[in-house]
């Protein structure tokens, strides 16, 4: 298996619907904001790094199950691990729970990211150093 | 089986994203503007009119998969129709479409909503006039 | 002066914040679709045929006050007319209504929308055939 | 004159539009996240508390000025400051800069934020208990 990182983000006022919660899509927004985070601070390869290689990870599908909300003055802690490879994809699973509660999950689900050519905007083989890099 | 309704929702520039395409969170914007418009238009009775009754629907958990990009200068065309209903809860599959171009699938999925009561934070079972409304 | 043009925006419910009303950025959002809206519609010139030939629009300053809040099931009426222009530049004043109660403004402002060159990131002299299409 | 306060915000990847920098009207978003932010930090009375005495602060109007582009991979510093009061309103000045480069202003201007009743929704003279709080 593969490690579980985790990334801490705020939630902001823009974030909050008519329901005074999270808005439910911007879970999604904040599954990325943890994956950009957590490839430059834990798979050492920043997104930025990979747009120069012309390379760009896309989600391909997500499943995402709402449990319980985070609210205005919440942090959210985004949890994401790698459970498998395919040629040109990985899956993700991903769990965001509320800074302080980390017992009870907020939110869960799975996705899957493909890599893509930013030339060719075709999918391409996940190259053998950058295997390496997320085989942590 | 149940109805399939249709929406129209006109890609604004703030949904585009750095890749130059619909923001991939923004489509579930897109499915709930969706269901809204189709609540009023279809089903004949408005979110509101839920509202007034202190009831209102919660994404419960989604599936979505995304297979081509809408862009600046689209229009998204999001089909949606009822397959299963719980007791407290309507599944709903939906298919997002470029208006024009109706033979490719953009992005589609499945989702659960459950009736929430506004005043405990409770599901509550689907009334027998909502059922009858929905039953089209 | 200019003509004054309006386009239409559909509130959606991803629009609304915890004050149950249209969040107060959004209007600068729907101030920029209305814009994107009628370069195509009224100036004969969409912002796709600048992107062509290396020109973009980018907000300079902009000005809004907030008279009265749109809410979910409203469509704002976007009305946009230019004042003036600069070398570089065009100065914009709006003003968004709620359709059916266009008596009574609910956003208004100026803005100044600066057209740059997107190979040098600097501002460039509005082309003479841009002018034309713009005085209408 | 009034204390200077500032808050951090990181860019997420949400944030980014088109033209690969943080999309205009994100600014206001920050904006108010620091404004929030600060009531808790630096003025002792955050938003929350304000809402449980059925107040809520507004913007009644701002200016904005956009001078240099935040991207990805950036976090924003958001610096506000009280200018002056008014019976029900603040008005308050802020500048937002790249974190790391605090010599250049990104985007700046004004804003006048409003006390108002979450009862009435009508304007109420700010409390002398919250006027002391203000005065730092």
């Known amino acids: 298996m593969y ?3 985790q990334s801490e983000i705020i939630v902001r006022p823009d974030d909050i619907d008519m329901n005074n919660h999270v808005h439910f899509s911007k879970y999604l927004d904040y599954l990325l904001a943890a994956r950009f985070d957590q ?5 050492k390869m920043s997104m930025e790094e990979f747009l120069e ?3 760009t990870w896309f989600a391909r599908s997500i499943t995402i199950n709402f449990k319980r909300p985070l609210t ?3 942090t959210a802690i985004v949890k994401t691990q790698i459970t498998d490879y395919g040629a040109a994809s990985v899956f993700v699973k991903y769990a965001i729970y509320k800074k302080g509660a ?8 799975t996705s899957e990211f493909a890599l893509l050519s930013t030339k060719t ?3 391409v ?4 150093d950058v295997l390496e890099k997320y085989s942590v």
Chains 1, 2, 3, 4 share one sequence.
Request: contains cysteine.
């Open 53 to 55: 290689r012309d390379m």
């Open 121 to 123: 905007g075709r999918p």
């Open 72 to 74: 205005l003055g919440d």
């Open 3 to 5: 490690s579980e990182f």
């Open 125 to 128: 083989r996940i190259p053998e």
């Open 102 to 109: 980390e017992t009870k999950v907020c939110v869960d689900g």
């Open 39 to 43: 490839m430059k601070k834990d798979y």
